[in-house]
């Protein structure tokens, strides 16, 4: 057996390959080399006519010089292909950016505040902050279409209504289940209908007058973004000790437009702040019921007690027909019997003077507008921008009276008349 040993000799014709790569190989460093060179010596070459340009020409270049490119200033045109090829950007608009609601955890329950038809409300301080807010749980328990309607027109006026006399809504927390809402608001010390309780003497006319113009103020906010109140009265008027009043409570509140909607909720408003329009069944109606509650709470303020005080919406009725002193026609008291013998009531017959103890130190248009209530068609009744327009100068907002804060928040427990009536 034989073997062949790895120190043998390799073969001639594979020596003769290797030593024909090796030779290609030098011969292409070689040629890169040379090309190194010929590039290296063209540079030297630029460098030294550069040298002999600036020799000839200590302060630059002469005037006749141009240069060999031009560098484009103007931006007027474009070429068309050079325009295709420009980069297009979208229009992006700023958005609010959808994010979840915190939990109700970060606001600690201090006291109870007042229950409604439609939601409790509690003060609360913020942990974070340490502010104290209002926050009001909505009553969702028992809605039979899920969320309630009321909740959602609130939610949604109140995001809307941004106005200084309209309180504000700061956030929207939920609690453990889908059932615990809470809207956030700013908190008030006072409302008007307790603290005309407290008041051993009725607000100065210039007091009334400023309380009443920011009333106003905010209802024509409401009124010219389209928005219907439909309860407004003194428990619903909030004020802080710096004399600013805010509307709240905008469970009521609805949407309108022109043409006024139809078939809407008659059992809107508290009833001794309802319309007349409200009291004979109208259900199509606009901004002259707020007006009208307007009014009867400017009669509040001055006689520390509501203008009119019905048992039900025939007593109702009967008081303020009593108190314009209008003789009514023959069908309007056909329609009145009607009226009683469909609602079972009794109706009160005895005049009752209307009393204004401060009429003395009243002055246009004061007087008018407390003594004979309007009752004229709706479109005839006085709107908001047109009130004040007398002598009497207002109070600025500072000056009103400080009424301290009672320890604790008092319980106040008060529903609307409109509470089991589905709310159109």
Known sequence: MSSTSRWAAADPEEEAAIAQRKREKEAKKRAKAERQRLEEQKQRQKAAAAATTATAAPNGASEDARPTKRRRLSTDSVPAEK?????????????TEWSPCRHVDNYERLNHIE?????????????????????????????????????????QTLQRARHINVVNLREIVMGNSMNDVYLVMDFLEHDLKTLLDDMQEPFLPSETKTILQQILSATEFLHSNWILHRDLKTSNLLLNNRGEVKLADFGMARYFGDPKPAHLTQLVVTLWYRAPELLLGAERYGAEIDMWSVGCIFGELLRKEPLFQGRNEVDQLSKILTKRQIPPSPAFILFIHILIFRKSYTPITSPLPIPIPHKRRLEPPFIPLSSKPSLEANSSRMSAPRLFQGRSQTKSERDVPHVPVKGGAGKKTEKSDAGGAEIR
């Not at 325009?83 to 958005?95: G, I, M, N, Q, V």
């Not at 229950?115 to 340490?130: C, I, N, Q």
């Open 83 to 95: 325009a295709e090829t420009t980069e297009r950007k979208l229009l992006r608009f700023p958005s």
């Open 115 to 155: 229950e409604g038809s439609y939601g409790l409300v509690s003060r609360a301080k913020d942990l974070a902050t340490g502010e104290i807010v209002a926050l009001k749980k909505l009553k969702i328990d028992n809605a039979p279409d899920g969320f309630p309607v009321t909740g959602l027109r609130e939610i």
